[in-house]
């Protein structure tokens, strides 16, 4: 197995490094988390680029409202500064804000040994340049114990299908689909006369799904859900289970999802667990500018051609239906 740190350090040496000179600062992970990958980093940059300064942010700005607040969320953005989140390390640390909120750069260090970029501001990359294979990276190193760790949100998904009103006879796509754990309800609710498609960009978590024997309820399909391998007007069901906050661009995303949707269908957002709940689990509060509020969403959809119909978002579900104008 590759080093994992080395990969993604010399991703962002790549990107960051025709920018020079400027300074990197890094917050958050867990202890010494920051001060290791700071000093990572500046070993990636080419000898040419030594006019770079690396630098870690190893204490806090200080108390703040119910706990502590990143460095990062007091150092505004500058063309000759950049802001690298690590996110990780004692959860609850941080307050609203959770270190990300001005940060350029997004780390998940939950795993020391297995950092994954989660984002970068357009302004430095490209999605192109790390997002297929750094949501690759995320999720190969988790596939194996996916069912395991998960199995059981299952009835929390047959519920999900069966409120997205899948007909028999419907074409319906799981965007996402990890291990497939929608796929059986999906194949039930639209029976031999209909067609389901689970699409999934990383081939380990299809790979799952095919052990569990998930394979015989779909087709499986290892694709971009920014680019989707389907026809246009093609398909009358959308699922699509924690997609939309792995996208980089929701707007892009949900533009895609509509061009395969025929005029009338549905897109059913689903999670097994609340967004408040799920920003525990992560250690960070929820923002309102969050795509998946209630408040965000609904105009987000109307400009990308799908027009809400239902909004839930309670303590052990998240469920938004919409549907194709």
């Known amino acids: 197995m590759p080093e994992r740190i080395s990969e993604v350090t010399a991703l962002l040496a790549e990107v960051l490094a025709p920018r020079a000179p400027l300074t ?13 990958f700071a000093a990572r980093l500046a070993a990636a940059f080419p000898p040419s680029s030594r006019a770079w300064s690396i630098d870690a942010v190893l204490g806090l700005t200080g108390p703040a409202p119910g706990g ?6 007091v150092l505004e953005p500058a063309t000759d500064q950049i802001l690298v989140y690590l996110r990780g390390g004692p959860r609850n640390r941080f307050t609203a804000g959770d270190g990300e909120r001005r940060a350029q750069v997004v780390i998940d260090h939950r795993d020391p040994g297995w950092p994954v970029i989660r984002h970068v501001h357009p302004s430095l990359a490209d999605p192109d340049r790390w997002y297929l294979s750094e949501s690759r990276a995320f999720f190969t190193a988790r596939a194996a114990n996916w069912d395991r760790t998960f199995g059981d949100d299952l009835p929390a998904y047959a519920k999900a299908v069966r409120e997205a009103g899948v007909r028999p006879g419907d074409t319906v796509l799981d965007v996402g689909c990890g291990t497939g754990r929608a796929l059986p309800a999906l194949a039930g609710a639209t ?4 067609r389901v498609i689970g699409l999934d960009c990383t081939p380990d978590m299809l790979a799952e799904a095919c052990r569990a024997g998930r394979n015989g309820a779909a087709t499986l399909v290892v694709g971009d859900a920014r680019r989707l391998p389907i026809g246009a007007a093609t398909v009358d069901v959308i699922f699509a289970a924690g997609l939309i906050n792995h996208l980089p661009d929701p707007v892009a995303g949900l533009t895609e999802l509509a061009r395969v949707t025929r005029a009338g269908g549905t897109l059913a957002m689903f999670h097994p667990v609340g967004r408040a709940a ?7 509060t929820l923002r309102p500018d969050e795509a998946l509020g209630e408040g965000r969403l609904a105009p987000l959809l109307a400009d ?3 027009m809400l119909t239902s909004y839930e978002d309670g303590d052990d579900r998240f469920l938004a239906l919409a549907r194709r104008l």
């Open 24 to 36: 990197v600062i890094v917050d958050g992970g867990g202890p010494g988390a920051a001060a290791d």
């Open 68 to 73: 502590f607040d990143s460095a990062l969320n």
């Open 191 to 194: 029976g031999p006369s209909g």
């Open 278 to 284: 799920l920003a525990t689990r992560h250690g960070r």
């Open 304 to 306: 990308t051609g799908w």
